[in-house]
């Protein structure tokens, strides 16, 4: 992710809403992030992609923006989700605790500090409580000042992995004590953070939960930078990854086989873990209980794929670029 020549300062947020489903709905709140009430073009500002599952009942919207600019397109498409979700009637087999479930900044390239983006994280955090009353928030990552605790962790402390968490033992970090219609919205900035899900062939949802197990950061021998849970899916189990980028160069007992992707922040280096040795390491394990995979998807891009994609974006002009990419599934 090296200097932008548009001279761009561009972040990214991987805006995370509870509806997939009724495909209308997902792309009226795609286009608040980069058309204004009036309609007109917020100019330097693009939907890369929109990821839906529908079993999860969960989209993934990539926006781009500069740093200046994130803002207010990620809380005009927070607003509008606001408006048309309620949680109070969502179903889906994804853990999800918000309308709005998830709203992480990250920079793309030396340019943005992670430091900027846990500004404008806190202060969308705020102008969504303040601008839809009822909602609230927690923070993670480096937005979450001074402990910056990691979003597994926070969402483990809401409550955000039981099947029907208990919102009045939840103390948000902002806004009110969460409401059953809007529910409650995580929201913070971080390095990177790429989607890797990779499918077995089972319905077997212990063996799967061994698997995520297995390769989880926090396990002995697992993958440094990757959070995973194990959820139904399409009549198979999905082991769904959340990849971190980690600061450094990849450990050397893992840099055989393909080169970890690297990049800088503010002149530090990051890396994460490549999706063929998740891929590779699922399968491992998966055939040791004699199951095989059915395939990997990526949710979005790596980080290198968004900064370079959203450069020759933003340069055409594109504010839709989902429709040219042709990635919505319903």
């Known amino acids: 992710m090296g200097s932008s020549s548009l001279g761009r300062r561009l972040v990214a947020c ?6 997939a489903r009724r ?18 073009r917020r100019e330097g500002t693009t939907v890369l992609n929109i990821f839906n599952d529908f079993d999860y009942n969960r989209s993934v919207i990539t926006i781009v923006a500069s740093i200046d600019s994130i803002r207010e397109a990620v809380l005009s498409a927070c607003e509008r989700a606001c408006g048309l979700i309620d949680m109070r009637t969502h179903t889906g087999v994804h853990p999800c605790m918000g309308a709005v479930d998830l709203i992480p900044i990250y920079p793309l390239g030396a340019e943005v500090g992670v430091e900027e983006c846990a500004r404008e994280a806190r202060a969308v955090a705020e102008g969504l409580t303040q601008r839809v009353q009822g909602t609230s928030a ?3 990552g480096w937005a979450d000042t001074p402990l910056q605790r990691g979003l597994a962790q926070r969402r483990k402390e809401m409550g955000w992995f039981k099947k029907r968490p208990d919102m009045q033992a939840i103390r948000p970090d902002m806004g009110p ?3 059953k219609q809007y529910g409650l919205t995580g929201v913070g900035a ?3 953070v790429m989607n890797c899900n990779v499918t077995i062939d089972t319905q077997d949802i212990t063996l799967g939960r061994g698997i995520a197990t297995a390769i989880r950061e926090s396990t002995p021998g697992g ?12 009549g198979a189990v999905e082991i769904a990854c959340n990849v971190e980028s980690v600061k450094g160069s990849p450990p050397s007992h893992m840099a055989a086989g393909e080169p970890w992707p690297s990049f800088s922040i503010s002149g530090q280096p990051y890396c994460h873990a490549p ?8 399968a491992e394990l998966a055939g040791q209980q004699g199951v095989s995979t059915k395939g990997t998807a990526l949710v979005g891009f790596t980080p290198n794929e968004c900064r370079g994609l959203a450069e020759q974006t933003l340069s055409r002009g594109i504010a839709e670029f989902w429709k040219e990419q042709r990635t919505i599934h319903m």
């Open 190 to 192: 971080s390095p990177y």
């Open 177 to 179: 004590q969460p409401q």
């Open 138 to 140: 927690f923070l993670f």
């Open 14 to 19: 991987l805006l995370n809403v509870s509806e």
């Open 23 to 40: 495909k209308d709905l997902v792309e009226t709140v795609a286009r608040a992030a980069i058309y204004d009430p009036k309609g007109l």
């Open 275 to 282: 999706a063929s040795l998740i891929t590779a390491r699922v």
């Open 223 to 234: 993958l440094p930078g990757v959070q995973v849970l194990a959820l139904p899916h399409e």
